[in-house]
C-alpha cells in the first residue's frame, strides 16, 4: 500500500488542522493506521493508531482529548483531527500502515509539516 500525508500547515497555538492519509494499491480493511510525529532533534513518536474497523483507537498521553483518529474506507483515508494545538506540538506528521499479518508499521507516507506558533 502506498500513503500520501497531506493538510499540515502553519497555525496558531490553540487552532485547529485536520491531516489526511490517502492510501492507494492493496488498501480497505486489512491494515491498521498509525500517525506519528517526529520533531526537530527528537525521536519519531506514535500519535495514535486507529484499527481495521475502526472501531478502537489509541492516543498517546500528550494528545489524548485534543486529537481524533478517524477511517473512511470508502475514501481509503485516514484522518487526523487536531484540536487546542499547542507550539509542542509541532513536528512533522507521517501516517503507516501495519498489514494485518504484520507486527510493524512497514509502509510509510512522505510526512506533512505541522507548525504551531505561540
Known amino acids: 500500500v502506498q500513503l500520501q500525508a497531506s493538510g499540515g500547515g502553519l497555525v496558531q497555538a490553540g487552532g485547529s488542522l485536520r491531516l489526511s492519509c490517502t492510501a492507494s494499491?492493496?488498501?480497505?480493511?486489512?491494515?491498521?493506521v498509525g500517525w506519528f510525529r517526529q520533531a526537530p532533534g527528537k525521536e519519531r513518536e506514535l500519535v495514535g493508531r486507529?484499527?481495521?474497523?475502526?472501531?478502537?483507537?489509541y492516543y498517546a498521553d500528550s494528545v489524548k482529548g485534543r486529537f481524533t483518529i478517524s477511517r473512511d474506507d470508502a475514501k481509503n483515508t485516514v484522518y487526523l483531527q487536531m484540536n487546542s494545538l499547542k507550539p509542542e506540538d509541532t513536528a512533522v506528521y507521517y501516517c503507516?500502515?501495519?498489514?494485518?499479518?504484520?507486527?510493524?508499521?512497514?509502509?510509510w507516507g512522505q510526512g506533512t509539516q505541522v507548525t504551531v506558533s505561540s
Open positions: 503507516a500502515a501495519r498489514y494485518y499479518t504484520e507486527a510493524d508499521f512497514r509502509s
Open positions: 486507529i484499527s481495521r474497523s475502526g472501531g478502537s483507537t
Open positions: 494499491g492493496r488498501t480497505g480493511s486489512r491494515y491498521t
